[in-house]
């Protein structure tokens, strides 16, 4: 069974930092391309950070560029967010889902294209 399992959320001060982890099992990470989406409460759902197969192209939602950065293991079948500076803008249910993607470098940008979501992981930026 295709199994995403986030963790590393929690309560934190506004300044500060969390890496979210999301280990997948059931079916070969390095086939899929990885995003991590987010909900807020009253928000639609929006995509926060891409990653390709070889986690060699990135890209990042304009709102957290040059605060949060992702990457992968696939040998370990991990994925990580690590989300620096976080304000209260940022407190969401984090989200991450896998994509199906023939090319190694290449990611897929739109939550219809992603097959396997986590049950995502509360992150709560609050003084």
């Known amino acids: 069974q295709q199994k995403l399992v986030e963790s590393g959320g929690g309560l934190v001060q506004p300044g500060g930092s969390l890496r979210l982890s999301c280990a997948a099992s059931?079916?070969?990470?390095?086939?899929?391309?990885i995003g991590w989406f987010r909900q807020a409460p009253g928000k639609e759902r929006e995509g926060v950070s891409y990653?390709?197969?070889?986690?060699?192209?990135?890209n990042y939602a304009d709102s957290v560029k040059g605060r949060f950065t992702i990457s992968r293991d696939n040998a370990n079948k991990l994925v990580y967010l690590q989300m620096n500076n976080l304000n209260p803008g940022d407190t969401a249910v984090y989200y991450c889902a896998a994509a199906s993607v023939l090319g190694r470098s290449y990611y897929r940008s739109r939550a219809s294209d992603y097959s396997y979501w986590g049950q995502g992981t509360q992150v709560t930026v609050s003084s």
């Open positions: 990653i390709s197969r070889d986690g060699a192209r990135l």
């Open positions: 059931g079916f070969t990470l390095d086939n899929y391309a």
